[in-house]
């Protein structure tokens, strides 16, 4: 890029049951992993009020006082039942729903997932969609035991043929993750909350984690109806074509030597690509007076994922906020840009650049779709 200045169908395990004894953690599951149960269940369950369901070290805090000592803290966990509410969140993207406390706080997109995140305090929920397959490896639910067995080492562990759960801790937090995994991508929840409050926290965890349920898991990749393809033409007879997202708009893009199209996400403007054609030849051309599409993309801190041989082609990222694209409200990039260049240099010299601003999986499967004819 030239550098331009633009302006659980799983496990219902209750984490109520995870004992902590001494120094050491020890999860025992209370009710049985049918790998079916999170379709059935009421994701709005009435809750009867409860005196107080504010708990001591979850919530903010909003006075120097706090509702339970430390020593009693440490003693006994909070043992009043929790009085909530909950919404359902669905996804439109991948299929997956889940139904969340009402009074948790909505943080915002999960940083390069499609998905969400909630917190109360010191309690999280996090929820997301991503491909398992887009740069050609097929993740499967030993593979995936066998990773998170690795980095979370968990104190409990149950799965079936698409999906599975862990549990244990970490520090003072208590971890519970619940994956769906299909043949092309895995619907993912996680929930986080401190051990010293697993009583008060359990019946939350048992709703959340039964009312997830996956959406379809058996797609192609790119999934139909969540891709479609698109194809431009430049004089006289190059061809690029790119798996795009369905629905995004298509409009002209100019900038200064460079010209070419980009797709906006209509729903969410932060999310766009972008199709760039240079014929600017001193641009494309190393110190040796070689073509060489590294000098074509020269933002600040790009990084090179794949270079051809011949230096004429390449797959690349860029950092969030390092460039910015004006048309409605976008500023700079909010996701990591995964792009793809290539210097043609017949009949006449052209560069090419690809940049995905997507979440993660998304921009990979953009960025590793391009074909240049």
């Known amino acids: 890029m030239i550098t331009r200045d633009y302006g659980f169908v799983g496990a219902a395990i209750v984490l109520g049951s995870i004992v902590l004894t001494g120094c050491g953690t020890t999860a025992h599951p209370v009710a049985s992993d ?8 009421n994701p709005s369950p009435a809750v009867s009020p409860a005196t107080s369901s504010t708990p001591p070290s979850s919530s903010p805090v909003t006075t120097s006082s706090s509702p339970t000592s430390s020593t009693s803290a440490q003693s006994s966990p909070t043992p009043a039942p929790l009085s ?7 996804n439109r993207i991948w299929g997956y729903s889940v139904a ?9 997109p999960v940083e390069d997932r499609d998905g969400r995140s909630w917190s109360f305090g010191s309690v999280s929920i996090v929820v997301y969609g991503e491909y398992s397959n887009a740069m050609g490896h097929m993740e499967t639910v030993t593979s995936a ?3 998170l067995d690795h980095q979370k080492h968990p104190a409990y562990q149950a799965h079936g043929s ?6 244990g ?22 929930i986080s909350y401190p051990a010293i409050d697993k009583n008060y926290w359990s019946s939350m965890v048992s709703v959340v984690s039964r009312s997830f349920t996956p959406g379809e898991l058996s797609n192609v990749t790119p999934a139909p109806g969540l891709f479609q393809t698109q194809r431009v033409t430049i004089p006289p007879s190059i061809t690029v074509q790119l798996e795009v997202p369905s629905g995004w708009t298509k409009q002209r893009w100019n900038a200064g030597d460079a010209s070419g199209f980009v797709w906006v996400n209509p729903l969410n403007s932060t999310e766009w690509v972008r199709m760039l054609f240079s014929g600017n030849a001193g641009a494309l051309l190393n110190n040796q007076g070689h073509y060489d599409v590294t000098q074509f993309i020269n933002n600040p801190g790009v990084q090179w994922r794949v270079i051809q041989a011949n230096q004429l082609s390449g797959q690349f ?15 700079l990039n909010k996701y ?13 010299p052209l560069g090419v650049e690809i940049d995905a601003v997507a979440p993660k999986n998304v921009a990979k499967v953009i960025s590793t779709s391009v074909v240049i004819r």
């Open 84 to 90: 909530l509410s909950y919404v359902t969140y669905h």
């Open 34 to 41: 049918s790998p079916h149960q999170s379709h059935t269940v």
């Open 100 to 108: 969340v406390p009402q009074s948790f706080t909505e943080s915002g």
């Open 169 to 190: 801790t970490h520090g003072s937090q208590i971890y519970y993750t619940k994956e769906f995994i299909g043949s092309t991508h895995k619907d993912v929840l996680s």
């Open 336 to 348: 990591v840009v995964y792009g793809y260049a290539a210097v043609i240099t017949r009949p006449s």
């Open 162 to 167: 698409d999906w599975l759960v862990v549990s």
């Open 145 to 147: 035991l066998s990773t």
């Open 317 to 331: 990222t860029i950092p969030i906020g390092s460039i910015s694209i004006p048309i409605g409200n976008i500023n």
